[in-house]
């Protein structure tokens, strides 16, 4: 299988992640940095396997962003897929590697559960705080503010030199002009926590979206790996890679 696009040290891989996985170079990654689909934002079926869009945008309009499959799980298959792609993707970490994996309050107890069972060593979560904006079904009721990441090591957690101890909580807001993806995250969040990853290395992102993880990859120094399966994230990806390459080669 050839990327679906390759420059500078970065390559997008258009497919599901169990098709691209198996090409891979075992050990090869230093981070698993990722934010797969959390199957969360209805408690009925109906609502489980509404369109993504109408779950997680306001008034279900996209404002032009495409949609993703893969988010219509119930808790069971879910837990089962992830145990099966961390798993696979745990491989292709160096031993000592970290795993990161984005998910919501609803799906936060059965993701750490599947992150154990994928004999990824679990050692934390950080919070990212998104900002007094977030939404609150009515008064007297806590605002949903907080997104998690699951964090672990493929192994042992040793000492670094040159980074850490890394931040436990992240404040970054949304910003439209910023957002690619119906449920894409901050640049500069991503920026943030690529720091997980030393200078130079390699991470990967199973669910790359966007392509978020991948420019603030490239934006730092580091290089990478993305997989996913919708060619039209794919395309604006590759479009937001060569827009930043190109303004580097032009300074």
Same mark, same amino acid.
């Given at each position: 299988? !050839?990327? $679906?696009?390759?420059?500078?040290?970065?390559?997008?891989?258009?497919?599901?992640?169990?098709?691209?996985?198996?090409?891979?170079?075992?050990?090869? *990654?230093?981070?698993?940095?990722?934010?797969?689909? $959390?199957?969360?934002? /209805?408690?009925?079926?109906?609502? !489980?396997?509404?369109?993504?869009?109408?779950?997680?945008?306001?008034? /279900?309009?996209?404002?032009?962003?495409?949609? *993703?499959?893969?988010?219509?799980?119930?808790?069971?298959?879910?837990?089962? +897929?992830?145990?099966? +792609?961390?798993?696979?993707?745990?491989?292709?970490?160096?031993? /000592?590697?970290?795993?990161?994996?984005?998910?919501? %309050?609803?799906?936060?107890?059965?993701?750490?559960?599947?992150?154990?069972?994928?004999?990824?060593? +679990?050692?934390?979560?950080?919070? +990212?705080?998104?900002?007094? /904006?977030?939404?609150?079904?009515?008064?007297? $009721?806590? &605002?949903?503010? #907080?997104? $998690?990441? @699951? %964090?672990?090591?493929?192994?042992?957690?040793?000492?670094?030199?040159?980074?850490?101890?890394?931040?436990?909580?992240?404040? =970054?807001?949304?910003?439209?002009?910023?957002?690619?993806?119906?449920?894409?995250?901050?640049?500069?969040?991503? @920026?943030?926590?690529?720091?997980?990853?030393?200078?130079? =290395?390699?991470?990967?992102? #199973?669910?790359?979206?966007?392509?978020?993880?991948?420019?603030?990859?490239?934006?730092?120094?580091? *290089?990478?790996?993305?997989?996913? &399966?919708?060619?039209?994230?794919? =395309?604006?990806?590759?479009? &937001?890679?060569?827009?930043?390459?190109?303004?580097?080669? &032009?300074?």
């Amino acid at each position: 299988m !050839k990327p $679906y696009y390759e420059r500078a040290g970065i390559s997008i891989y258009h497919g599901d992640c169990h098709e691209v996985f198996p090409v891979l170079p075992p050990k090869s *990654f230093s981070v698993m940095l990722t934010d797969p689909p $959390y199957c969360s934002g /209805g408690a009925s079926s109906s609502a !489980k396997t509404a369109d993504p869009v109408d779950k997680y945008c306001h008034n /279900g309009n996209a404002l032009g962003r495409p949609t *993703f499959s893969g988010d219509a799980k119930d808790q069971r298959s879910f837990v089962t +897929w992830s145990v099966f +792609w961390m798993s696979a993707c745990r491989r292709l970490l160096k031993d /000592g590697g970290y795993g990161l994996v984005f998910t919501d %309050w609803r799906q936060l107890p059965s993701l750490t559960d599947a992150f154990q069972a994928a004999d990824f060593t +679990w050692r934390g979560l950080i919070a +990212w705080d998104k900002g007094g /904006g977030s939404r609150s079904p009515h008064k007297g $009721y806590a &605002r949903h503010q #907080c997104e $998690y990441l @699951v %964090w672990g090591k493929n192994g042992k957690c040793r000492p670094r030199q040159d980074a850490g101890p890394f931040p436990g909580c992240h404040h =970054e807001p949304v910003r439209h002009a910023d957002k690619f993806h119906i449920v894409g995250k901050p640049t500069e969040l991503m @920026v943030k926590l690529v720091d997980f990853c030393p200078q130079g =290395e390699s991470l990967i992102d #199973c669910f790359a979206g966007s392509g978020t993880t991948l420019v603030a990859a490239a934006k730092t120094g580091r *290089f990478g790996a993305g997989i996913e &399966r919708e060619e039209a994230n794919c =395309e604006i990806a590759a479009e &937001r890679l060569d827009e930043l390459f190109d303004v580097s080669c &032009r300074q």
